[in-house]
């Protein structure tokens, strides 16, 4: 579903949630409650075996949400190892007809590798990884063979520390390219960031890198001293000093840097926001939330979500296509 110029509150959202979480029985009723049809993205973490994440999908899957299983193309040492992963996803997803995945490079260090280390200081093994990157993984065929209908790959508002703005522009037009050519949908998923308007600064470069898909990024209700932490993990600059809710201070300034004003304005005003929200027009948009405050807390914020998107379209009249 495409929504043109709207608030963020308009957006559909997906979330992240560790495959851990998803297949622990804490979870099973609180998982029941988030809207049905809801994309569940699950991490591979490494040194944990991929069956982990197949398992998660297939009980996502079973209670009505969508999993988008992550794939790190560096953790493979052969081709056949990758191929038995997309296989079982495949399956879990009714026949691929509808797999989507997050497709990262992901560490150096292959999972067999990782999996195999000894607790001591013994050697392990070196074996190289099969794929030396994502855009090596996805000219290799696999996505396409076995009915990858979507990809996503991972986009930073904020840059990566010691690599060129143009090397990631660059990276992104470069894979966004060689799926199209396979016939698969490119999206760009973004890191969270508290910064609204590099955010929109990104999603104005989308289309001319070959993207029509953005997810933004963002925390969801968390705790300022446990939001630290995990800014201080991820290398994500934290929020203004002072800000009492950074989340909803970031959902603020979204809806701002997307949603034009109204009331009595002069023409350069209303250029201005014709500029504002061209970028969002052409993007088919989306929230992608990050639960660190933890799933109950995520939970309740999407049920109140969820409650305000069904409501919203009769009050945004004339605002979505």
């Not at 509150?9 to 029941?32: F, K, N, Q, T, Y």
């Not at 026949?95 to 999996?115: C, K, M, Y």
């Not at 050697?123 to 209908?149: C, K, Q």
């Amino acid at each position: 579903r495409r929504l043109r110029g709207m608030s963020p509150w308009l957006w559909p959202v997906s979330i992240e949630l560790l495959p851990s979480v998803i297949l622990g029985d804490a979870s099973s009723s609180l998982l029941r409650r988030v809207p049905a049809s809801t994309r569940v993205f699950l991490p591979h973490i490494p040194g944990l075996p991929y069956s982990d994440v197949v398992h998660a999908a297939a009980r996502l899957r079973d209670i009505g949400l969508r999993p988008v299983p992550h794939v790190a193309a560096r953790r493979w040492t052969s081709a056949d190892e990758a191929r038995d992963a997309l296989s079982s996803l495949a399956a879990v997803t009714r026949g691929g007809v509808d797999l989507d995945v997050l497709l990262i490079g992901g560490e150096e260090v292959p999972q067999r590798v990782v999996a195999s280390m000894p607790t001591d200081r013994g050697a392990a093994s070196t074996a190289g990884p099969a794929f030396n990157s994502a855009l090596d993984f996805i000219n290799s065929g696999m996505l396409a063979e076995y009915g990858v209908r979507s990809v996503g790959m991972a986009a930073h508002p904020q840059g990566i520390s010691g690599v060129a703005p143009g090397v990631l522009a660059q990276a992104l037009a470069d894979k966004a390219s060689a799926l199209a050519r396979q016939g698969i949908q490119a999206e760009a998923v973004t890191q969270f960031c508290f910064d609204a308007r590099a955010v929109k600064q990104l999603a104005g470069s989308l289309p001319e890198l070959g993207l029509e898909r953005l997810s933004v990024g963002v925390p969801g209700p968390t705790p300022s001293k446990q939001l630290a932490k995990f800014c201080q993990l991820c290398k994500v600059p934290p929020p203004p000093a002072g800000i009492e809710d950074p989340h909803q201070q970031l959902m603020d300034a979204l809806s701002e840097a997307c949603t034009p004003r109204s009331g009595g304005r002069g023409d350069q005003a209303k250029a201005q926001d014709a500029g504002r929200t061209a970028v969002w027009d052409a993007l088919g948009c989306a929230l992608h939330i990050f639960p660190f405050g933890g799933l109950e807390r995520t939970v309740l914020w999407l049920e109140r979500y969820s409650a305000h998107f069904q409501e919203a379209p009769k009050h945004a009249k004339g605002t979505s296509s």
